[in-house]
C-alpha cells in the first residue's frame, strides 16, 4: 500500500472499519436469532442489536468523519482509495441525515416483530401482524422523508440495497419482464408437454440435510469458513471469514430445498470471495443486492438448474434419498413451470418475477398510502389471481409468506428480479470466456466459473458503481435481454414451443 | 418507580445500557465463537468483539457519565437508586483508567489466542501457547498498572471478578481449605472402603446429551429461555432472557458430564432469576464470580452430588444408557474420591481444591514476573506431583487444560474456590429455611430451593455488595467451615472415617 496517503483517509478508514465490525457483529447476532436463539430471547436481542445499531450510526456521522471527508473532497486520490471515499461518504451522507434515535428505534422495532410475524405465519392470519407493519412503515417513511424529504420514499428505501441502479431501471427490467414472461408461460400453460415429476414420496429431513451437504461439497463449499443450518426463511451472512448458508425442508420437496440450498450458496460464494486483506472496507464489501442475489441465481439458476450440472445432481440424490433418476429426469424436474405456486422461494424460474411484481406494487402501494395494511390480503389475493391464476389458501401462504416485512425491508424485492437478469447477462458472458465451461459443469468442476466470478465481481467489492461493475464484467449495460433470450431457449426446447 | 430520580441519575442509567447490552450483544458473540463459528471465522470475530468492547468503553468513560456520577456524589438516594450508582461508579472508574486502545488490543488479542490455545492443547505442546501467554500477561500488567500502579497487579485484576472480597479473603479461604482438606484427603486414601463404580461401559454421545436433556428436565430448566450444546471447556453465559448451557461427554465418563452440566445448569439458574425487568442496570446483573460459581457449584454438588437427587437420577441413567444401577450406587460413583486425576473439570469435590490452589500459586508467580512463560509446565507437573500425588502425561493434562489464559483471564481461578464453599453456607442456610428440603428433592422438586434462592439471591442483582449479600442470606460472613463441615460429615459416612 501507498504511503502516500492522506493523513484524512486513514482517519476515514479506521473509523469506518469500526462502524464494519460493529454491522458484522450485528449481522451474527441476527443469525443467531433467526437460527439458535430461544424463544424468550427476543427482548433483550432487540435491545442489544439496537445499541450496537446506534454506536454504529454515531461512528459513522461522527464529527472526524464529517471533517475527514470535507478535507477529502478536492484530494486527488486514485482508485482504490477513490472509490472507498465514494461509498464511505455514500453511506456517511445517508446516516447523518436521520436522528441515532430513530434508528435504534426501527432495528428495536423490527426485532420485537420478528416473533409477532412467525406468530402471525403460524395463526395465517395478517390481522395480528397487521399494527407491526403500519408501526414499521410508518419508521420508514420517518427515514425517508429524513434523507431526502423530496424524493419518492420507495426510491430512497430501494437506494439502501441497490444504491446505483435507480428506480426506473428496476421498474423497466420488471416491466420488460411481465411482458416477456406473460406470453411464454402461456406458451407453456398450453404445451401438451409434461416434465419428468419423479420425486413422489416423503423425503426425510435429516437424509435431505445430508444432501444438502453432499450437495455443497460438490459445489466446493469451504466449511473451514461455513456452516450450514436451517431457518424457516433460508438465507445467507457472515463475511469473508465466514459466510454461512441456511435452508429449509419440506419432506416432500427434496428439488425445492437443494435449489434453495444453492441459492444460499451462490451469495456464501460472493461474500467468501472477497478480498481478506480489506476486511473492513467499502472495497472488502458487497455491492449490494443485485449483484448479490445475481451470484445466487446464477448458481441456483444457471448451475443448479442445468443440464450439465444434474450430471452430478442425480448420483447425489440417488445416494441420500434411495430415490433412482437419471440426470434427464432431474433436469426435468427442476425446471417445470407451475403458475398455480402462491409461494416465492418455491417458485419455477419464470413465475418468480410475477411474485416479484406482486409484492414490489404492494409496498410501493403501502408505502405510499394508497392502500391500508388492513387490506393487503384482500389486494394482495386479488394481483395473483390476476397475475398467477391462483389464490393463496390463506395469509401464511400469501402475504405473510416473506419475512422481509418483519425486518422493516421495503424496497428490497426489486433487486430480487434485477439480480436474476444480472445472473444471465454473467452467465452468458463467463459462458463466452470459459472454454468448454459446461463440459466442466458436467464433470463436477465449478473452478473455472468460480475463478471467473471472484475476477470480475467478487474481488472487487465496491470498488465499481453496479453499473460500471455490470459493463467491465459482460462489456454491456444490464439488460433483461440474456435472461428473456436464455428462458425462451430453455423452456423452448424443454416444452417443445 | 419514584418520578423523583433526578435528571443525572437518568442519564446515568441511560448511558449504562447502552453499555450493558454491548456487552451482552458480545457475549453472544462469544458463545457462537465457541460453540457455532467455523474454524477460520477467527480473524473477523476478533475485530468485531474488539470493536464493541471498545465502543462500551468509550460510553462508559464518556464525559457525560463522569459528569453524571459527580453530580450524583452529594446526592441523597435511597437503596436501590444508591446501589446502581454505586456500581456504575466502580465500573466507570475502573475503565476511565485504561485506555481505549488497550482495552481494544486485549479484545483482540484473546479472541486470536483462542485458536492458539486449542492448536496447542491438541499438539499437547505448551511451546506453542507461550507466546500468547506472554502477550497476554504483559497487555494486562499494563492493564492494572492503570488502574491501579501501586496495587498488587493479581489483586486488581482478581478485583475484576469478584469486586467486593479482597484477595486477602481468597488467600485466607484457600489455606483453610488446603490445611482442612489435605489431612482428610489422606484419611480417604487410607480408608478400606471402595465405593461404586458401575459405570464402566462405552456411552455413546447422543445418549449422554438425551440424558442431560432429561436431567435438565428433571431441574427445571425453562428452554424457552435456554439451550444446550456441546464445548470443548463447558460455560454458561446469556441474560435473564435467554441463558444457555454448554456441556462435554466423554464416553467412558457419564457421571462427569452430567455433573457438568448440572454444574452449568446452576450458573444458568442465576441468571434466568435475575429481575427481567432491570434487564440493563447493574440491578439486573450478577453479583461477580464468587457469587456466579457459588450458584453453579450449590447445585453440581448439594443437589447433584446429594443422595437425595440420586433417587431421581438413576432412573434416568437407566432410560438413557441402558444400564441397571440403583441410586445408591449413583450416589457412590459421583462421590468416589480420586487424588490421581490431573483434570480440574473432572476433579473430585475435595481435590478440586487443590487443582485451584496450584493455578492460583502459577498465575501469581507468572503475572509477577517469579517464573518464565516457558517454566510453566515444569512448575505445574511438580506442584501437581506435591500437591496430588500424579504428574500429568503432557501439557494437554497438566498447564494446557484450562481455556482462562487463552480467555486473558488471570485472578479467575479462586473465585471457583471461594464460589464453592459459599454454595455449602447457602445450602446450609437454606436447609435450615426450607422444611423437608431433602425430601423434597428425592421427589424431584427444586421449587422451594429455587424460589429461596432467587429470593436470596438472584433477584437482587448487583444491589448489595458480596459480603452483605452473604449476611442477609445466611445470618454470618462467608466462612470455609459450613464447606468443611459439610465434607467431613459426608466423606466420613461414605468412606466410614
Redesign the interface.
Known sequence: MSTERPAAYQTLCDQF??VS??A???S??NW?QEV??????????A??????T??RHE?LTADRVGEALAELRGANLEDPQAAAVREIRREHDRAASVPRELVERISEETSNALPVWKEAKAAADWSLFAPRVERLLALKREYAAHIDAEADPYAVLFAEYEPYLDLATAEEVLATLREGLVPLIDEIDASEVSLADPFQGHYDEDDQMALARAVLDELGY??????IDTAPHPFSLG????A?VTTRFDESDPVGAIGSTIHEFGHASYTLGLPEER??SPLGQHRGLTVHESQSRLMENHVGRSRAFWTRLADRFDEHLSVDITPADGYEAANRIYPANTIRVEADELTYHLHVVIRFEIERAMLAGEIDVEEVPAVWNEKMERYLGVRPEDDAAGCLQDIHWAHGSFGYFPTYSLGSVLAAQLFEAAQSDIEALEAQLRAGSLESLQTWLTENVHRHGQRFRTGELVERATGEPLSADPFLAYATEKFGRLYEL
Chains 1, 2 share one sequence.
Open positions: 472499519e469500526r465490525y460493529l458484522d457483529g450485528a451474527y447476532l443467531d439458535m436463539m430461544p424463544e424468550q430471547g427476543t427482548p433483550a436481542r435491545k442489544q442489536l439496537s445499541a450496537i446506534g454506536v461512528l469451504d466449511w473451514d469458513r461455513g456452516r463475511t469473508q471469514f465466514d454461512r476486511y473492513g
